[in-house]
């Protein structure tokens, strides 16, 4: 006999309690974070945002916490101690690590900036409040595609209960790679997907985007990217949503490379100058 629901101790709505992520999406969600925070500096070096010192330093705090938070999900897998898997740790260490740096820079950057400098649209790189932030952009220039390699080694030695049950049917390869250079920043549009910048890597398809885009896998940010040159509009950075992020995450211990971008220092005055003759 069934003993019927006592009504004084009934839970009053039907809540879904939320899946916590994967150790694999957190990374993934966090490289998304670091594209962000480096997108608004570039922005600011461009003229095309304003400086908002207190935004940058709070971003910086909470990727900070993040990738500290993302250690800690790796360490409670306890993971076998063998290469590669141990490098990511430390890989993952040493991102925190230059991200507290960046921070201070940050902050540096927010005293150092006078009340009366709020409007001028190009910050000196070479000095005061401009070099700080370019220091601090310095230091987080190649987070993104390095805490994806990170989570590509780790998800490889992950076991099945800490991986996401999420699928993409048809998923090809071409599809997966498009995924995987979105998730490390390298993806930039312009005019609905019609004309594709890709920063640092080999190109994307763009019928492959679309078809990203209409599966809910990827989405495009309108203006949140730097432009081309100097004086030009903003582009539109291409990034991974909820969904893709889950679905990459089952994938991206496939063999798929990833390409690490060289560094690009912020372009001095001189050379800002010279670009607009």
């Known amino acids: 006999m069934t003993t019927p629901p006592d009504p004084d101790h009934a839970p009053l709505f039907d809540v879904d309690v939320p899946v916590p992520p994967t150790p694999v999406e957190r990374l993934l969600a966090l490289a998304d974070l670091y594209t962000q925070h480096n997108d608004r500096i570039d922005l600011t070096f461009s003229g095309r945002a304003p400086h908002d010192p207190d935004a940058s330093v709070a971003l910086a705090r909470r990727l900070e916490r993040e990738a500290l938070a993302c250690i800690k999900a790796v360490r409670q897998q306890r993971l076998p101690a063998i290469e590669p898997v141990s490098s ?43 070099q700080y932030v370019r220091l601090a952009r310095e230091l987080t220039a190649l987070a993104p595609p390095a805490v994806v390699e990170c989570a590509t080694h780790i998800a490889r030695r992950l076991p099945d209960r800490a991986r996401s049950n999420t699928t993409v049917p048809g998923m090809d390869a071409a599809q997966r790679g498009a995924l995987l250079e979105v998730a490390c920043g390298n993806v930039i549009v312009t005019q609905q997907y019609e004309q594709p910048s890709y920063g640092h890597t080999v190109p994307v398809d763009v019928e492959v985007l679309r078809n990203l885009d209409a599966k809910g896998l990827v989405a495009r940010k309108s203006a949140s990217a730097p432009p081309f ?48 003759r």
Not at 251 to 260: G, N, Q, R
């Open 229 to 276: 040159s100097s004086g030009g509009p903003p582009r539109d950075r291409v990034r991974l949503t909820a969904l893709g992020i889950c679905a990459l995450s089952t994938v991206i211990d496939s063999p798929l490379h990833i390409h690490l971008p060289a560094a690009r220092p912020v372009p001095t005055t001189a050379s800002t100058a010279r670009a607009r």
């Open 88 to 130: 990511a740790v430390v890989r993952l260490k040493q991102i925190a690590y230059l991200t507290s740096g960046a921070t201070r820079y940050l902050t540096a950057a927010q005293h150092a900036l006078p009340a009366d400098d709020a409007e001028h649209p190009h910050p000196d790189p070479r000095r005061g409040f401009g």
